[in-house]
């Protein structure tokens, strides 16, 4: 057997849920509760891996994603043999096709499908007994930002980012012109000399107000404004966007399959944002990566969960080069800060890797079961 086959043999799920004291709000919507679906796959010669599913929004998605890996997936992959990860995601696609399609949910399939090959490569990485950053022949030291900066009262949080050695903040921006320039001003004076701010509309505006809108923040010198419109509007608008504005654009999160190429190819977008644990896993994601680089675009992985798919996230990030930036959610998250290693380090918004294997994290029984959601 080469150290990529597997046969899997169960496929564990935990939709985590935890309280938090402040709800963090974007130009749309505003989370009450911070929410994750970790998987643990096992094969069968015993190999563990970890993965983690895209669930932010709607409330209790972690749910509804659970059952699609339990009833829908789980059957389709447990007792096959696959050469690799990407040859599981291969047969995913194509197996997941039609039931997508049939239940009009795209989306949440691609999600429960991208954790599961997270959770694959974690495995061959961590069979492998190396860090998974190091598998892929990449670096261990990646610049992140912190993420998240809600327009209600950001500077503290700032502030707070920066003691912990974050030096680029991102400050949600899009429900009120004048707040969003007064909260610009307050991250970066947080931020101290040499601080710097990236902007995130979550498609907030339409295309007719989106370049004034955006151009109104240039004068703070974003490394980029994210999302200013809907992720659907066609690659024909985002092109006159890109010409109608100062700000470099950055979009991804949204998108899933030939999207991306589209958008690549565009010349629209300077900054590519795909979500690992949304669409694609490691197994699209690595090749979308190798050919932004080539286009000159910046990989910057986008994130927002808890910490195993942090760091997937920050070690696809590393595996391809470390040349983006990875997003690092800066607000109150037990799911992220009770199963984060000791190890990690930032300074000067650069986090150090650990030379632990896979994705460097086995997260501990008992925090599991603490904030596992009752499955009715």
């Given at each position: 057997m080469s150290s990529e086959q597997f046969r899997i043999a169960a496929i564990d799920c935990f939709p985590l849920s935890a309280a938090i004291d402040k709800p963090v709000r974007n130009s749309w919507r505003t989370l009450t509760s911070r929410s994750a679906?970790?998987?643990?796959?096992?094969?069968?010669?015993?190999?563990?891996?970890?993965?983690?599913?895209?669930?932010?929004?709607?409330?209790?998605?972690?749910l509804?994603?659970?059952?699609?890996?339990?009833?829908?997936?789980?059957?389709?992959?447990?007792?096959?043999?696959?050469?690799?990860?990407?040859?599981?995601?291969?047969?995913?696609?194509?197996?997941?096709?039609?039931?997508?399609?049939?239940?009009?949910?795209?989306?949440?399939?691609?999600?429960?499908?991208?954790?599961?090959?997270?959770?694959?490569?974690?495995?061959?990485?961590?069979?492998?007994?190396?860090?998974?950053?190091?598998?892929?022949?990449?670096?261990?030291?990646?610049?992140?930002y912190a993420s998240g900066l809600s327009p209600d009262d950001p500077g503290p949080?700032?502030?707070?980012?920066?003691?912990?050695?974050?030096?680029?903040?991102?400050?949600?921006?899009?429900?009120?012109?004048?707040?969003?320039?007064?909260?610009?001003?307050?991250?970066?004076d947080a931020l101290g000399a040499g601080g710097r701010i990236t902007f995130d509309a979550n498609q907030r505006w339409t295309p007719d107000v989106a370049a004034d809108a955006t151009n109104a923040l240039a004068a703070f010198d974003p490394l980029w404004m994210e999302e200013p419109i809907p992720a659907d509007e066609s690659i024909a608008t985002w092109q006159a966007l890109a010409r109608a504005t100062r700000v470099p654009l950055a979009a991804g999160e949204n998108l899933r399959g030939a999207d991306f190429d589209a958008y690549l190819d565009s010349g629209a977008i300077r900054h590519?944002?795909?979500?690992?644990?949304?669409?694609?896993?490691?197994s699209a994601c690595l090749p979308l990566a190798r050919k932004a680089a080539a286009l000159g675009i910046e990989f910057c992985p986008h994130w927002l969960g808890g910490a195993v798919g942090l760091l997937a996230s920050l070690h696809i990030l590393a595996g391809t080069g470390g040349r983006g930036w990875g997003e690092y959610d800066a607000n109150p998250n037990?799911?992220?800060?009770?199963?984060?290693?000791?190890?990690?380090?930032?300074?000067?918004?650069?986090?150090?890797?650990?030379?632990?294997?896979?994705?460097?994290?086995?997260?501990?029984?008992?925090?599991?079961?603490?904030?596992?959601?009752?499955?009715?």
């Open positions: 679906l970790v998987l643990r796959i096992t094969t069968a010669d015993g190999a563990i891996g970890w993965g983690e599913v895209w669930c932010n929004y709607p409330p209790r998605g972690s509804h994603r659970a059952d699609l890996v339990d009833h829908v997936i789980a059957p389709l992959v447990i007792g096959r043999d696959f050469d690799s990860p990407t040859a599981m995601h291969r047969f995913l696609a194509g197996a997941l096709r039609i039931p997508a399609i049939q239940s009009g949910e795209p989306g949440p399939f691609a999600q429960a499908a991208a954790g599961l090959d997270n959770a694959a490569w974690d495995l061959v990485a961590r069979r492998a007994g190396e860090p998974l950053w190091r598998y892929l022949g990449g670096v261990s030291q990646v610049k992140v949080i700032a502030a707070e980012a920066r003691r912990n050695g974050f030096r680029v903040a991102k400050l949600k921006v899009g429900a009120d012109a004048a707040v969003d320039a007064r909260n610009a001003r307050a991250v970066l590519v944002q795909p979500d690992i644990g949304k669409w694609g896993g490691y037990k799911l992220r800060e009770d199963f984060m290693p000791a190890d990690i380090t930032i300074a000067d918004s650069l986090l150090q890797l650990s030379d632990a294997p896979g994705v460097g994290i086995a997260p501990d029984p008992a925090l599991l079961q603490t904030y596992t959601i009752k499955r009715t």
